[in-house]
């Protein structure tokens, strides 16, 4: 499936996350330059938000950011999602690639789920989850104590998965290599009409 363009309302956010990645893992703002195809300056710009990734310039960001299951954690993490009882997944919360899911969430696939993972489930979003994922810096999502936020999904009519009209759950997790997952929960289906 071919790379998706997620909107960023705040696109100098992620000059600062890339910071935050870097100091994380002591990359060099030259290196973190070489493996985003851009000058050092340009990198140093991101970072100070003196300049605004344009959209080649966020795809890059986010391609190397996006969410990895890389330690013993993780993975647990992962193996719980498989295992809930509730409808759950776990995305990363920059590209939206489809990390783990339950069984509960699996039956609302319309193709099997190992097609799925790895894939950007933004194609799938409703209309509110759209509206709400515009929201997220308003209510301090991308803060390092992030609030958990609720949200009416409404249905949608994607192929690769049913969303019901539905409450929502999101909530952030910062994995091990410093970067961000998702973990959305349904908590109630919207009463039959």
Known sequence: MEEVAIPCRDPARLGRSLRGWRALRRVKQNHAAELLGVTQATVSRWESGQLTPDSDGQRAI???????????????????????????????????????LSPARERLCRVPASELMGTSLWPCASPGIIAAETRLGELGWFEP?????????GANDGALIQIRDSRLRWVRFQL???????????????PAA
């Open 176 to 190: 091990s290599d410093g970067s961000f997952v998702r973990l959305a929960e349904t908590l109630a289906p919207a």
């Open 62 to 100: 986010r391609r190397l950011l996006q969410a990895r299951l890389d330690s013993a954690a993780d993975f647990e993490l992962a193996r719980m999602v498989r295992r809930s009882t509730a409808e759950v997944h776990l995305v990363c919360d920059l590209t939206h690639r489809l990390l783990a």
């Open 145 to 153: 104590a992030a609030p958990a936020v609720e949200l009416q999904t």
